[in-house]
């Protein structure tokens, strides 16, 4: 699968690599292509997950701030509920998912 933004592949993996949580895909970080993908400094905490790490994502000269997101010290709960998913990546909506 990829995510894809404009013409930039975001990240890339397959299926079986990928974590499915609360309607979002999350990619693995050693497949997410951080050249494209860099730390935003907004803060969030999730209730249900814990500290997350927003980030900004770059295609060409267009930047979206905040629009990908990762969870690097997940809460122990949520690691049983959904499988360990800490430092994956995910993509806010603007990101095309595809196979």
Wanted: hydrophobic share 40%.
């Amino acid at each position: 699968m990829k995510a894809v933004l404009g013409d930039t592949i975001l990240a890339e993996a397959p299926r079986e690599e990928l974590l499915s949580i609360e309607g979002n895909w999350y990619f693995p970080p050693s497949r997410v292509n951080f050249e494209h993908v860099s730390p935003s400094s907004t803060p969030y905490a999730c209730p249900l997950k814990g500290a997350c790490q927003y980030m900004n994502i770059r295609s060409g000269d267009t930047v979206l701030a905040d629009r990908a997101w990762s969870y690097p010290d997940p809460f122990p709960a949520s690691v049983k509920r959904f499988g360990e998913y800490a430092n994956y990546v995910a993509f806010w909506k603007e990101v095309r998912v595809i196979d």
